[in-house]
């Protein structure tokens, strides 16, 4: 008795690899966009917290709408903020003044 020993043929393996390859394709730019998405959306919510921190700053220590606080005033252990936040997206933050909100180097990413 022989045993027959079947395996797959090129094609089938050709098939099969282009039906995963369109799927990625499909996939692929839903997942970037997500993925920028959810970036944009935590970097908004560090500059909401680096904010509200600087108007506490500024009611706390009875400080005007032109005063800027240094990093030293909003993060740290005994501060509004205790780790300074860091932009998901590569970005840095610019606290500014009290009356304007803090902006991100990343032009998509903006306060809420």
């Not at 959810?38 to 904010?51: D, E, H, V």
């Not at 509200?52 to 709408?65: S, Y």
């Amino acid at each position: 008795m022989k045993l027959k020993s079947r395996a797959f043929s090129l094609v089938e393996i050709m098939f099969v690899v282009t039906i995963i390859g369109l799927l990625a394709i499909i996939v692929m730019p839903s997942f970037l966009k997500s993925r920028e998405e959810s970036t944009r959306k935590a970097c908004g919510n560090n500059l909401l917290q680096i904010y509200n921190a600087k108007l506490r700053w500024a009611l706390e220590t009875k400080k005007g709408g032109a005063d800027v606080p240094v990093d030293a005033d909003l993060f740290g252990s005994n501060t509004f903020i205790r780790v300074k936040p860091v932009c998901p997206g590569g970005g840095s933050y610019t606290i500014g003044p009290v009356d304007d909100p803090p902006t991100c180097t990343v032009p998509t990413h903006e306060l809420p």
